[in-house]
């Protein structure tokens, strides 16, 4: 009987254990996609700005007031805000679908949603 108790105690404790670990890791894929929504967006204004950098500097290199050292570094400074926008992007659809898996939502839906994510 104690056995028996003993062995129903444990398996309640290892219940116990394995759902705080779950809660945590959603609330971790949670809080991921949130911030990578809010960085996206930030990243998305980061691309427009750069491309009128890039604009206003080939105009002003074009007049003659601007160096051609100044439109390589502004098209750098796009590639590289194109470049960090792809990498949130790509961060945020993991932190999806890694939630999606821990609420046990069907598999093809979630890659269905990520090609149609993916998807221009």
Known sequence: MRQAVAESERAREALEAAQLELGSRVYEQYRAMTEGALRISALEQAVR???????????????????????????????????DLAQARYAYLLAQVRLQSLAGKDRWATVDQANAYLTP
């Open 49 to 83: 700005s750069a491309e009128q950098v890039v604009k206003s500097s080939r105009m002003s290199f074009k007049g003659g007031v601007r160096s051609i050292v100044d439109v390589l570094n502004a098209e750098q400074q796009h590639v590289t805000a194109l470049r």
